[in-house]
């Protein structure tokens, strides 16, 4: 009886420490992972003529990863920026950038914080996920403490986790993105 108690209390504590997400929260679907696939569902705050998401590749046929609509004609007036959001190495196919038209003029919108603006208000889920992603918060697609949501009227939630290096740990975070003005509040809520 003695090694009994102990053993049963060591035992609940790690059932009841198991961390949990809400009931109201949904999984997350896996397929909003890979960024590349969250970009036709931006809706732009401000409308363009034509916009589209594009890696750093010479060749313009490889280079689209997504375009609103396809132009009639366009010229573009500035060389294409030399850095963009999400890089990942140095060289070709590294980071991506939006390249917008309005009235004529290019814009290019070529770092986390300007694909932020270009989004401007929360409007869906793969724009919520998207704005995680610029200050680094991913989905771990195998957990539900970092790849779950909910939506009401103000705020888009989101339990995600943040890329460590040489970490055997995980953190989930709690994201609450203000889905007027995109702004986050962050919450840790422990390793798993």
């Known amino acids: 009886m003695k090694v ?3 053993v049963v209390l060591l035992c609940s504590g790690l059932v009841f420490s198991q961390k949990t997400v809400p009931a109201d929260y949904q999984k997350i679907p896996e397929i909003l992972d890979n960024p ?3 970009y036709p569902f931006i809706v732009p ?5 034509y916009w589209s998401v594009l890696k750093n590749n010479p060749d313009p046929d490889k280079a689209i990863i997504y375009e609103s609509q396809t132009p009639d004609f366009m010229t573009l007036n500035d060389p294409a920026p030399v850095k ?3 890089q990942k190495c140095l060289g070709e196919n590294c980071f991506s950038y939006v390249l917008a038209c ?5 814009q290019y919108f070529s770092d986390e914080q300007q694909l932020r603006n270009f989004i401007g ?4 889920l793969p724009e919520a996920i998207l704005i995680a992603n610029t200050y680094g918060y991913i989905m771990d697609t195998g957990n ?3 790849s779950s949501y909910k939506i009401d009227e103000k705020h888009v939630s989101l339990y995600l986790t943040k890329v460590t290096v040489n970490s055997k ?6 994201i609450k993105i203000n889905r007027k003005n995109g702004k986050l509040e962050v919450k840790s809520n422990g390793t798993y």
Do not use: A, I, M, W
Not at 45 to 49: G, I, L, Q, V, W
Not at 121 to 124: E, F, K
Not at 169 to 174: P, R, T, Y
């Open 4 to 6: 009994l108690f102990p």
């Open 36 to 38: 590349e696939l969250l």
């Open 45 to 49: 705050d401000k409308k363009y003529d």
């Open 84 to 86: 963009g959001f999400f």
């Open 102 to 106: 309005d009235k004529g003029r290019t």
């Open 121 to 124: 208000s929360v409007d869906n």
């Open 144 to 146: 539900t403490l970092s």
């Open 169 to 174: 740990q995980k953190e989930s975070f709690l």
